[in-house]
């Protein structure tokens, strides 16, 4: 199977800072990837580094076997790559239809197939970005990054602050988008398990280093790994949880 993202010995950061070191890492089209490690390890700088919003230091970045290592943020959007950040970006003062029209581009991921996605984003489409709940305004992010239709989407924390029946609607949605439609994609997670059921692979971040790679059934059947590197163990009933204390 013909490799999406081919990163190779990257270091990059912030000004002088090098956040990362010689991280090499791979995703073949249709699979996704779950990017694990605590706070502060380098999951963020490695998606900020991919749509090309950090300094370059060292390495290089494909996408689909072009070199976009050296290319603008904008000019790596054109190239198939969507991004969902932590901020969200959705235009506040646009409606929910006006935020996706406003960016959509040719292909299989329409308004509507969003709309098909995210039905509560249909009910409120004439709705102004401030008007949505925190929930709301994620799905509208990631239906924003849908119709720009990537070879390559990059998902940070999508999950954080939300309640935990739009966790579950949210990552049924994602596992549909992957799974079912086979879009390529990224997800940064702190929380490990919510995760690792939905994706294909997964990489762990440790200080700017990759210090573990594996299936993420892999991952998750692996109890040593899991609580050295991410503070996560198992409760009574057998799942997965994050320690705390």
Known sequence: MPEVLQ???LSAGYGEAVVLSN????LEEGR?????GRNGMGKTTLLNSIV????????AIRLGGDDITRLPPDQRA???IGWVPQERNIFKSLTVEENMTAVAEPGSWTVARVYELF????ERRRNLGNQLSGGEQQMLAIGRALVLN????????????LAPILVQELIAALSRVMREEGLSAILVEQNAPKILSVTDRAAILERGMIVHEST??????DPKVLEEYLGVGKTKAGTLAPKTG
């Open 216 to 221: 993420s059934a892999a991952l998750k059947a």
């Open 150 to 161: 990537p070879r390559l989407l990059l998902l940070d924390e999508p999950l954080e602050g």
């Open 119 to 122: 039905p509560r984003l249909k």
């Open 7 to 9: 990163i190779e010995n």
């Open 78 to 80: 054109h190239k198939g």
């Open 52 to 59: 090309g919003a950090t300094r370059h230091f060292g390495g």
């Open 23 to 26: 991280v090499s890492l791979r």
């Open 32 to 36: 996704s990837l779950a990017l694990l």
